[in-house]
């Protein structure tokens, strides 16, 4: 399945380019299915997928019923615990969802769609209208965070005492929590997993939506060395709302002047690699499937399925006369300066934090043998140098 994730700067018409991508998607005769957290006039507003035109069906994410459903299960599976220590439980009328409810709503949704439960037949395209480009991008990084933390938290290995469960249950006069615990991190787990994978599949792209200007130009260089990071793939930059080019109006001229001007460093620093395309302003806010292809969106192209590679690479460097070759473990960070990144090796991982992004990456066995003995960010390529252990590594005759 082709799945593509539409975010950008706050109002930079997101949601409307979600729709739009959706819409060209069908139009090419693929069965669509775009979810967005937000409404969109003139498609239908429900949870589950309703039609809205030939080959294209709309979900709207509810966080609020999610959280209830979660919180009311997660009550029932801890019902000895609550007993236990008296506690009340409480009703799902009087639940209002917490912060961060609505990105686990959306994490389930890319799970739920991921997995086929809303389709028998499956869809061609998926499009899933995201929040706003920092928080989008934080998002995207959960579902490995969140998994490294279950890993840590509650082991595999811990787990190996669970024949004695029932003996100590029956002493203690109370169910045991920690067997209900671990089979609900091993949900969660799978749940996260099938996300990561979706996310980590060469079939899945972000498409960029923004205006131009000098705030969305700092927002996008920023998002471009956390798309870097996370190993994230764009397929296309919309710029939205461009005015026309020539105006006898000077306040007008002017600011169509300045679009032209960031257009012109946005097709320098993406494309080719990623084209921009300019969706014109139509004067009004789009109300219909007509102003929507009003915007010539293209359709998603065609990629295939399967994961994708690894952002990074391992390249070999001769070692100075009389000494081991040199590993370079390789990372491209587009944008990134050298004062917002720090690096930390911790065992067999790298903590990689590049300005406000953060990632833990486990290095390759061969990696694990050797001590880091330098750094260097140039030409926007991040070059970790890491020499072989005698300790460790195999000795050759």
């Known amino acids: 399945m082709r799945t593509v994730l539409v975010t950008g700067p706050g109002g930079a018409g997101r949601t409307t380019l979600a729709a739009a ?77 917490l912060p961060g409810s609505p990105q686990l709503a959306l994490l389930h949704t890319l799970h739920r769609a991921a ?9 061609d395209t998926l499009v899933v209208d ?15 965070q969140l998994r490294r933390y279950l890993r840590r938290l509650l082991p ?26 671990y089979e609900a991190a091993a949900r969660k787990d799978a749940e996260l997993a099938a996300v990561q994978a979706l996310l980590e599949d060469g079939s899945t792209t972000l498409r ?11 927002a996008l260089r920023t998002a471009r060395t956390g798309l870097a990071l996370y190993g994230l793939r764009a397929d296309l930059l919309v710029a939205n709302r461009v005015l026309p080019r020539h105006s006898s109006d000077p306040w007008f001229a002017d600011l169509a002047a300045r679009q032209e001007k ?39 192209d065609e990629r295939e399925s399967g994961r994708a590679d ?6 070999e460097e ?47 066995s061969a990696l694990r043998r050797c001590t880091v003995s330098g750094a260097a960010l140039t030409d926007g390529v991040l070059r970790v140098r890491f020499t072989p252990d005698p300790a460790l590594w195999p000795r050759t005759s």
Do not use: N
């Not at 190996?160 to 249950?169: C, S, T």
């Open 21 to 97: 991508s959706a819409l060209a998607a069908a139009a090419h005769g693929r069965r669509t299915l775009l979810v967005s957290a937000e409404p969109i006039p003139g498609f239908p507003d429900g949870p589950e997928p309703t039609e809205v035109t030939d080959r294209l069906d709309h979900a709207r994410i509810d966080s609020g019923a999610h959280f209830r459903a979660e919180l009311t299960e997660l009550q029932q599976r801890a019902s000895g615990v609550l007993d236990l220590v008296g506690a009340g439980r409480l009703d799902g009328e009087e639940l209002t969802e």
């Open 115 to 123: 997995a086929g439960d809303w389709s028998t037949g499956g869809y």
């Open 130 to 144: 995201l929040p706003p480009l920092d928080q989008a991008l934080a998002l995207l990084a959960l579902p490995e």
């Open 156 to 181: 595999a290995e811990r787990q190996a005492a669970r024949a004695l469960r029932p003996v100590l249950a029956q002493l203690a006069g109370v169910p045991m929590p920690a067997q209900w615990l």
């Open 208 to 218: 960029l939506v923004a205006e131009p200007g000098p705030a969305a130009e700092d």
């Open 262 to 300: 960031c257009l012109g460093h946005w097709h320098e620093e993406w494309a080719p690699g990623v084209p921009v395309h300019e969706a014109a302003h139509l004067g009004r806010d789009p109300r219909s499937a007509d102003d929507l292809a009003a915007l010539t969106v293209p359709a998603p």
């Open 310 to 315: 690894d952002p990074w690479w391992i390249e």
């Open 318 to 364: 001769p070692g100075e006369e009389g000494r081991p070759s040199v590993l370079a473990w390789c990372l491209p960070l587009p944008g990134a300066a050298k004062e917002d990144l720090r690096l930390v090796r911790r065992g067999e991982e790298l903590l990689l934090t590049v300005g406000p992004f953060h990632r833990i990456v486990r290095v390759a």
